[in-house]
């Protein structure tokens, strides 16, 4: 079964940086991932940033300027460079990616992001 890896979030400051990593693992459908979205406790899920095939980005007027989509296409990961994290990017992150061939999508297991002021 094909599911997504999701590394490096954490307990941070105020001010610092992450970089998370997301990688498609196990066997299955072959899969693209291409967004993070997150969700802040009593809030609803919301994209974060996208990434389409094409190399087009698209993201939340939250992080624009402060977070960047990326991929490595040999390895099939996708990346989020998180800087000068704010409080209110405290939430659980999660990546997607889009099955290819199918409309459907896979999810990561979600990983948690907390930004102390």
């Known amino acids: 079964q094909r599911r997504l890896v999701e590394s490096g979030g954490g307990l941070v400051q105020a001010g610092a940086s992450l970089r998370r990593p997301c990688v498609a693992s196990?066997?299955?459908?072959?899969?693209?991932?291409n967004a993070w979205y997150r969700r802040a406790p009593g809030s609803q899920s919301e994209m974060v940033a996208a990434?389409?095939?094409?190399?087009?980005?698209a993201y939340a007027d939250s992080v624009e300027g402060r977070f960047t989509i990326s991929r490595d296409n040999a390895n099939n990961m996708l990346y989020l460079q998180m800087d000068n994290l704010l409080p209110e990017d405290t939430a659980t992150y999660f990546c997607?990616?889009?099955?290819?061939?199918?409309?459907?999508?896979?999810w990561g297991q979600g990983t948690q992001v907390t930004v102390s002021s």
């Open positions: 997607k990616a889009k099955v290819l061939g199918r409309e459907d999508d896979v």
């Open positions: 196990g066997s299955g459908a072959r899969v693209s991932p």
């Open positions: 990434l389409t095939s094409g190399g087009v980005t």
